[in-house]
């Protein structure tokens, strides 16, 4: 018979704890003659008891479960241990953070001997480990008891088990209708099927998670982050110098060592691909170590940037900002990126000069674009000034990461931008960020803070210490620039929306007080502010996002082949964006993780 199933989310929806039962046995298989179904549900029940235990913490319960004897057997990698004594004194001493328990099965092997097992996922001071776990259970005078138990971690290239998100709203990120009451199956890591029960029915080897009541997303996708910059003044020096008190050579050097925080901060916002549009070469390391890593969003990386301006944020082995000096200056930095696999070649096109400065500059833009459209590699441009983005396009780029923000767009250049079939990432909110480190204030209410990890978020909160800062007539005139630009940036958005141009969701994350993450929530909101409609902006933030990245045939949208990077909402995003927040579980490769393993469990200030 089929045992029952204990759905994921049940377990997953809880604060859940697994004592780690390390190294369990094996025994000889029993020759009796097979045990009745009776006895298969007897020994479900306390097998799922057994985990039930680990769970609530409930050291007796859990050596309850087991056979108080010497011939017990606890096996995994490092071979088998016997006994109980042992065992029971170290029972409870330490209790990783998280247990993941599904896929439960049941099988009689004699007459009072059952061979169970389920997949884990465990997860204790940062890191998890994925495996099977096993019980052989004897049935004895005070019921069924665990004899053999064992714990094997799977590789990590073995992709997740199957599962199956049931009963949600289903919101594909193409612009559909929702589907109710949706199936999507997940298997191998990828989206095996997705639509209405009739169209994806259930296999028994997935496990149905039950999201009723809740909706279905695919990841987020934020097309233009910077893992070189901090998220605060210490990544930025040029926008305030606090080089004396954080050395800017420390701060890349941690950026460069342990990006994991960003990546967890990520995934707790529900973003599970980004683009890197600027930065030091070790940016592009971070493609390897994140894009088969369940537990980081998949990464895209521009690496350095060419630019027009010779821009001292760099350190002296490294550059990030590589001078269009001349011709053979841009050559030579082409070179550079595509020899070294860059995913784009990237443009800090900051006009000015005179005439004859501002021809040089793009020439040297239309060079940059030409020999990247050789290679095959996507150009992409920082122009903020509508001349300035109508030359981007003519090059050829195939990405504008900053909205026009010197005038309204005009027909020109919506003619041009349709043309060529350019995505506008608007970048509506960075300028927030900075005005707070103007105004030396941090706006908590904008930022998801459980979403933040502890260091950035204790910079951040130093803001309000930080000596200067504008008077009561540099505040008035701060606001009423950043008034002027906001309705500025909002119509140039509103403008390109209407004409039918591809717009991709991007935060500029990084930037001071744009902290990686749940910036984008901000710029989610700050797009509905403008006038789309919570689908069009999904739909930005999803299919647009991984257009701009270059993997929309893998991500952006829940269709089958697709990545399995989802989200399940609490609440529905289609009533209001900013319910976008409401995350519940969050799905990276296959691999179901819960809001609460994921955030950082700070309190709001």
């Excluded at 987020?220 to 040029?238: C, E, I, K, M, T």
């Excluded at 501002?358 to 000034?385: D, F, N």
């Excluded at 940036?489 to 390109?496: D, T, Y």
């Excluded at 609460?596 to 709001?604: Q, Y």
């Amino acid at each position: 018979m089929t045992p029952a199933r204990r759905s994921p989310l049940q377990l997953l929806a809880a604060a859940l704890v697994l004592l780690w039962v390390s190294p369990a046995l094996a025994q000889e298989p029993p020759t009796h003659a097979p045990s009745t179904s009776a006895d298969s549900v007897e020994a479900l029940a306390a097998f799922q008891s057994n985990i039930a235990a680990i769970h609530t913490r409930d050291r007796a319960a859990y050596l309850s479960a087991y056979l108080e004897s010497p011939r017990l057997v606890r096996s995994g990698p490092d071979g088998p241990v016997t006994g109980y004594e042992d065992f029971a004194r170290d029972a409870g001493i330490s209790w990783p953070d998280t247990l993941v328990a599904s896929h439960f099965r049941v099988a009689p092997l004699a007459d009072g001997v059952a061979y169970g097992s389920y997949r884990y996922r465990v997860v204790q001071d940062g890191s998890w480990t994925r495996g099977v776990s096993e019980r052989v259970l004897l049935q004895t005078d005070e019921g069924w008891k665990v004899a053999v138990t064992t714990a094997f971690p799977s590789p990590p290239s073995h992709p997740p088990p199957s599962f199956a998100l049931v009963g949600g709203t289903l919101i594909d990120g193409t612009g559909r209708d929702p589907i109710p009451d949706a199936v999507v199956v997940l298997r191998d890591g990828e989206v095996a099927c997705a639509g209405d029960r009739e169209r994806c029915p259930l296999s028994d080897d997935t496990e149905p998670v039950d999201a009723s009541g809740h909706w279905i997303i695919p990841g987020l996708v934020d097309a233009h982050v910077h893992f070189s910059q901090s998220g605060w003044a210490d990544g930025r020096p040029d926008a305030l110098d606090l080089r004396t008190d954080h050395p800017y050579p420390r701060t890349i050097a941690r950026l460069r060592d342990a990006p994991e925080p960003f990546f967890q901060a990520y995934l707790c916002a529900g973003v599970t691909s980004v683009f890197d549009v600027g930065g030091f070469p070790w940016s592009w390391k971070l493609r390897e170590r994140a894009w088969t890593d369940p537990a980081a969003p998949r990464v895209r990386a521009a690496g350095p940037l060419l630019s027009t301006r010779d821009h001292w944020l760099n350190l002296p082995g490294e550059r990030q900002f590589l001078y269009m000096a001349d011709r053979d200056a841009v050559r030579q930095g082409a070179d550079y990126l595509l020899a070294s696999g860059t995913d784009a070649v990237k443009i800090w096109y900051l006009r000015g000069g005179d005439e004859a400065e501002v021809h040089r500059q793009r020439e040297y833009l239309t060079l940059a674009g030409r020999w990247s459209r050789e290679a095959g590699v996507p150009l992409i441009v920082h122009a903020t000034h509508l001349d300035g983005a109508k030359d981007a396009i003519r090059a050829g780029a195939s990405l504008l990461v900053h909205s026009v923000e010197d005038q309204v767009v005009d027909d020109e250049f919506l003619r041009m931008a349709r043309r060529s079939g350019t995505v506008y990432t608007p970048t509506l909110t960075v300028y927030e960020g900075y005005d707070e480190l103007r105004l030396r204030q941090f706006d908590e209410d904008r930022t998801q803070v459980e979403c933040v990890d502890p260091h950035t978020l204790e910079l951040a909160r130093s803001t309000r210490a930080l000596p200067g800062g504008p008077g009561e007539d540099g505040r008035d005139a701060l606001q009423r620039r950043a008034t002027e630009r906001a309705e500025l940036l909002a119509e140039n958005l509103r403008r390109v929306h209407a004409a039918g141009i591809p717009v991709a969701v991007g935060t500029d994350a990084g930037n001071p007080l744009t902290l990686h993450g749940p910036a984008i929530y901000r710029e989610m909101e700050a797009m509905q502010e403008a006038g789309l409609e919570p689908m069009e902006v999904l739909v930005a933030a999803t299919r647009g996002g991984a257009r701009a990245m270059g993997v929309a045939e893998i991500a952006g949208t829940v269709e089958p082949a697709k990545a399995g990077d989802l989200v399940v909402l609490q609440r529905d995003p289609l009533e209001d964006v900013a319910n976008v927040r409401s995350v519940r579980l969050v799905v990276r490769g296959g691999e179901i993780f819960t809001r609460d393993e994921l955030t950082f469990g700070h309190e709001p200030r």
